[in-house]
C-alpha cells in the first residue's frame, strides 16, 4: 500500500501573529518525519508514476509527502528540514496569488476564523451579511442553508465546519467574495498584497525548491472545488495551472501532477485534466493506494491522501491504523 500525507501550514505557530490557526507545529511536523522515517519509505511522485507503467518498482511502504497551497511555511519551515533528511517532497501552489499578489479566499477564512475567537458571534455577522446581499441575488434561506450545510465535520466544531461551507461554496462567488472580503478587512485589516507576499511562496523559491529535488505540481488558479465548476471553467482552472508550471519549469510541462483544491473532482474533471496533460491527481480521500498501480496510458491515475492528523506525531509512537494496515496488505 502507499501512502501520501497532506499538509498546510506548517509553522512555529506559539509565536506567530495567528496562533490558532489550524496548522502543524514546527516541532510536531519533525517528529512526524522521524514517525515517517521509521516505518515508511518517503518516494517523489515521479517514482510512483513509474511504478505505474512497470518501468521500477517502489520500496516497501512507500509514502509521498505532499504540501498544498504554496505557502512561505513550505519554503521556509519544511524545505530545509526535507533537505536536511534527504528526502523529497511535492508542492503545490496555486498561480493566482503568486500572479497577482492576492491572498485567495480559503486563506481570507482562515485567517478571519483565526482572528476571533467567538465562532458563534461571527455566524450571526455573516447571517447579518448574507441577509443584507438577499435584495440582489437570489439566495437560499438561512433556514435551507442550516439544513442543507450545519453538519459535523472531523476536525472543527459544527459551527466552524458551518461557516467555512458557508464561505468556501454554499453561496454564489459573488456573494461569497464580497461576504469574505468584508471578513477579511473587518478581522484581519492588512494591505492583501502585503500579506500576499509575506504568505505565499514566490517564483525564485519554487525554482529553488526544482533545482533541490522537489516536485511542483498544480493547485488551480482561485482554488476552487473543481467539481462544481462548469466544464468551462474547470478548464479555465487547469490551463491556468498547466501556464504556470510552463513559467516555473522554464519549459512546456509534460505528464504534469494536479494536486485539486478541497479534493473536489468529478469523470469529466479527470477527462479535462488528461486532455491538459495532466497524469497524475491528488485527491484529500483519507485512503491508501492499493498496489500495483494500473496503467495510466490513457487516463489520469487518482492517489488519495491522509491528512497531517492522521498521523502520529512521536518518534516513538507506536504503528498507526494506516501504518499497520499498509503492512498487513504488503
Same mark, same amino acid.
Given at each position: ?58 520500496? =516497501? ?29 511535492? /508542492? ?32 450571526? @455577522? ?17 433556514? =435551507? ?16 465546519? /458551518? ?13 461569497? =467574495?464580497?461576504?469574505?472580503? =468584508? ?18 511562496? @514566490? ?17 488551480? @488558479? ?21 501556464? /504556470? ?19 473536489? /473532482? ?65
Amino acid at each position: 500500500m502507499l501512502t501520501l500525507v497532506m499538509y498546510h501550514y506548517v509553522r512555529d505557530l506559539p509565536r506567530s501573529r495567528y496562533p490558532a490557526i489550524k496548522g502543524r507545529r514546527t516541532d510536531e511536523f519533525e517528529a512526524q518525519l522521524d514517525y515517517i522515517q521509521r516505518h515508511h519509505s518517503v518516494v517523489r511522485i515521479q517514482d510512483v508514476l513509474a511504478a505505474a507503467r512497470g518501468e521500477r518498482s517502489l520500496p =516497501e511502504l512507500p509514502c509521498v509527502l505532499t504540501f498544498d497551497d504554496g505557502l512561505s511555511d513550505h519554503f521556509e519551515t519544511v524545505f530545509p528540514r526535507l533537505m536536511e533528511r534527504g528526502i523529497p517532497g511535492a /508542492f503545490f501552489p496555486s498561480a493566482r496569488p503568486i500572479r497577482d499578489q492576492v491572498v485567495l479566499d480559503v486563506h481570507k477564512i482562515h485567517f478571519v476564523l483565526a482572528s476571533t475567537a467567538d465562532h458563534d458571534l461571527l455566524l450571526r @455577522d455573516v447571517s447579518q451579511l448574507i441577509a443584507s446581499l438577499r435584495r440582489e441575488h437570489d439566495l437560499p434561506s438561512e433556514k =435551507e442553508l442550516i439544513a442543507r450545510y450545519r453538519l459535523p465535520n472531523k476536525y472543527d466544531s459544527t459551527t466552524t465546519a /458551518f461557516l467555512k461551507r458557508l464561505l468556501q461554496h454554499a453561496l454564489p462567488s459573488i456573494v461569497r =467574495e464580497r461576504v469574505v472580503d =468584508e471578513l477579511f478587512r473587518r478581522h484581519v485589516a492588512v494591505d492583501e498584497a502585503t500579506f500576499s507576499r509575506e504568505l505565499y511562496m @514566490d517564483r525564485s523559491q519554487l525554482r529553488c525548491l526544482l533545482k533541490s529535488g522537489m516536485e511542483i505540481g498544480g493547485h488551480g @488558479d482561485h482554488h476552487e472545488h473543481m467539481g462544481l465548476l462548469s466544464p468551462e471553467r474547470q478548464v479555465a482552472e487547469l490551463c491556468a495551472s498547466r501556464a /504556470f508550471l510552463n513559467d516555473v519549469y522554464d519549459e512546456s510541462v509534460s505528464e504534469w501532477i494536479m494536486c485539486f483544491p478541497y479534493g473536489s /473532482f468529478s469523470a469529466d474533471t479527470l477527462d479535462l485534466a488528461a486532455h491538459q496533460g495532466c497524469r497524475v491527481a491528488l485527491s484529500c480521500k483519507a485512503e491508501l493506494v492499493a498496489l500495483p498501480l494500473n496503467s495510466i496510458s490513457t487516463s489520469v491515475l487518482v492517489l488519495d491522501r491522509l491528512d497531517t492528523n492522521d498521523i502520529p506525531c512521536s518518534a516513538t509512537a507506536s504503528p498507526c491504523e494506516w501504518t499497520l494496515r499498509a503492512r498487513r496488505e504488503r
